[in-house]
């Protein structure tokens, strides 16, 4: 995590592959503080998640295009650069380029290609104000930031149970979240590079860890439960037209893609929700998990503060290795209506990028966030209808 503070000894032992007890209770702590952050603290209006006014997202045309050839290279590490006039230019569209960003392409498991054109009439594009950016001024060079505050997950108890269970495998190489009964948003820079869709987004899988079933039915304890990988295959591919047209400069606004399964799943599944101001976040941290590249056959945990945003973008210092990419990136939020806390997914983890701004050149690792714009549209491609989608 940013900040490296404590010495590496002491978080050394919660980066092993596997917990003693001690290290489980510790995990334990920290994931219940985030929970059952006390009530009473966001009796503050400013702590409150206020429900926010959904745009009408139209699917005006569909058009059909020629079979993609599935001939990019999966990219597991995506970096990109951005300077002011990106991030001007990122908080000053049109309305005709959100219109054109969120059009999107369709590919089917027959390898047929579409692309649906939209409409958000009376939306007003002057509503995405560009929040103050302020630079750290020590400079990161890794996308591990200091000690790595990274949690290897381990044991049924955790990996088959809420929240962790709702993270998926893509078989690209990347990391996805349920968040419907049959729906899984990943990165979209796992599916398409930009010119065009990876080879493995063909015949494109989602994995979901199970336990096997002989160690399942064994009666010692003492043996540990091994876990196997069962692949799903994809009904159908979603890609915002934004990525593809972002990859001429390498944007990551639109790095996000949603996949439709095949058949349901048997998991409960993250609820998805507009990314809200950092003070109406629980500790104004995010958390993820992911299958990180360099601890294959771990499920990685991680969480850390939010440094700065842009109307597209969160920008952080969570510690996260290739094969991440694609993580829902949720939040703890107080319900009024519940009178509790909720984790939502806020964003997807998209890669790493370096910030020029003022002289002053800066690395982060960034999530893509969830505007009500995009809202509206993941929300149309889970449920088919407008209709449906017009409130949180």
Avoid at 295 to 315: A, D, N
Wanted: hydrophobic fraction near 35%; proline fraction near 6%.
């Amino acid at each position: 995590m940013a900040g490296s503070t404590p010495k590496t000894r002491d978080l050394a032992p919660l980066s092993t592959s596997v917990f003693t007890m001690n290290q489980l209770q510790i995990l334990a702590i920290i994931l219940l503080y985030c929970v059952n952050q006390s009530p009473l603290s966001a009796t503050d209006p400013s702590m409150t998640w206020h429900r926010h006014k959904i745009p009408v997202f139209l699917p005006q045309e569909t058009l059909k295009l020629d079979k993609p050839q599935f001939s990019a290279k999966a990219t597991l590490e995506l970096t990109t650069h951005c300077n002011a006039e990106c991030l001007w230019r990122e908080a000053h569209p049109s309305l005709e380029d959100l219109k054109e960003n969120l059009s999107y392409e369709t590919v089917y498991t027959n390898g047929t290609r579409t692309l649906t054109v939209v409409d958000i009439p009376n939306f007003d594009p002057s509503t995405l104000v560009l929040k103050q950016y302020t630079p750290m001024r020590s400079r990161r060079k890794r996308q591990i930031f200091g000690v790595d505050g990274r949690f290897d997950i381990s044991g049924k108890k955790f990996l088959l149970n809420f929240p962790f269970s709702t993270t998926v495998k893509i078989s690209t190489g990347c990391t996805g979240v349920l968040v419907s009964d049959r729906h899984v948003l990943t990165a979209a820079h796992c599916i398409h590079d930009g010119k065009d869709y990876v080879k493995g987004a063909k015949k494109l899988k989602v994995g979901f860890l199970k336990e096997n079933p002989k160690t399942q039915s064994a009666k010692s304890s003492k043996i540990p439960p091994e876990l196997l990988t069962r692949w799903t295959r994809v009904k159908r591919t979603q890609v915002p037209k934004g990525w593809i047209r972002s990859q001429s400069d390498l944007g990551m606004d639109y790095d996000y893609a949603l996949l439709e399964l095949k058949r349901p799943h048997d998991r409960p599944h993250m609820e998805i929700t507009v990314m809200p101001t950092t003070d109406q976040v629980a500790g104004n941290r995010i958390h993820f998990s992911g299958f990180d590249s360099d601890r294959p056959g771990q499920l990685v945990y991680r969480f850390c503060p939010i440094i700065s945003e842009t109307p597209h973008l969160i920008y952080q210092h969570c510690d996260a290795q290739p094969g991440s990419s694609g993580s829902g990136v949720y939040a703890k939020l107080w319900s009024p209506e519940k009178q509790d806390w909720e984790r939502r997914i806020v964003g997807i983890f998209s890669g790493h990028q370096w910030v020029d701004l003022n002289g002053m050149q800066q690395d982060y690792n960034v999530a893509v966030r969830i505007t009500p714009l995009k809202y509206a549209q993941i929300c149309y491609w889970i449920k088919g209808t407008y209709n449906d989608c017009r409130s949180e």
